[in-house]
């Protein structure tokens, strides 16, 4: 079974949409993330969070809003979506109890175009 | 502030080639550094990880040793296979050694293996 899991898989919205981007874990990691990819520039980091009460930005928060709503869950909102931010969106987890190694696990992505 | 650079891509190879994908960082502390593959349509997914100084990760058949003279994490493989065909991401993890922390990831290399 998958460990991260991202709803919807492909999203076509127009500029100015409300958009939500969901992701869910089942190993009980304590952090997770939100990246975004774009082609040739290897993946950025939108936001995370350390654990329910922790959120934090990352190196291109703006026009981006997240929730941890459940140590499980984290989802990504676009307020008002624009055509630059088509890109792949991946959400990861880490933390597992006793782990050092650093290591996220991934979700599948979600493929978002704003037209 | 932490960064990874890789040797730009795309490489293309033939099947039983010897493979080298570069991969340079820089950090403050002792950092932890990876190697992600992402096939096509899916998303990353670890292939190997070094926690230390000349530390040796391997999986696969891919090798890669963490210099720290060099700064330095460079992927190897002697013989590749069409099946390797993927996207290949370095990455760091700067968390002194004692936890799981963010990544910085390098842009990604593309390689293409033919028959």
């Known amino acids: 079974d998958a460990d991260v899991t991202q709803t919807p898989r492909n999203r076509i919205t127009k500029t100015g949409k409300r958009i939500m981007l969901e992701c869910s874990q089942t190993?009980?990691?304590?952090?997770m993330y939100w990246y975004r990819q774009d082609p040739g520039l290897g993946l950025q980091l939108i936001y995370y969070?350390?654990?329910?009460?922790?959120?934090n930005k990352g190196e291109i928060s703006d026009g981006y809003s997240v929730s941890r709503q459940a140590q499980a869950k984290f989802s990504l909102s676009l307020e008002s979506a624009i055509p630059n931010q088509t890109a792949l969106y991946f959400c990861?987890?880490?933390?597992?109890?006793?782990?050092?190694?650093?290591?996220?696990?991934f979700g599948p992505g979600t493929r978002l175009t704003v037209l | 502030g932490n960064s990874v650079t890789q040797m730009e891509g795309p490489v293309t190879l033939s099947e039983e080639a010897f493979l080298t994908i570069n991969c340079t960082y820089t950090a403050t502390g002792y950092p932890s550094l990876f190697w992600y593959v992402q096939y096509p349509g899916e998303g990353l997914q670890l292939l190997l990880k070094?926690?230390?100084?000349?530390d040796k990760g391997s999986n696969k058949g891919f090798e890669a040793t963490y210099r720290k003279e060099t700064t330095s994490f460079h992927l190897e493989k002697g013989s590749v296979q069409v099946s390797d065909s993927a996207v290949y991401f370095c990455a760091l993890s700067d968390d002194g050694g004692t936890s799981y922390g963010k990544l910085t990831f390098g842009q990604g290399t593309i390689l293409t293996v033919h028959p």
């Open positions: 969070s350390f654990d329910v009460k922790d959120i």
């Open positions: 070094a926690t230390k100084a000349d």
């Open positions: 190993k009980g990691h304590d952090r």
């Open positions: 990861a987890a880490s933390g597992e109890r006793g782990s050092r190694s650093g290591e996220q696990f």
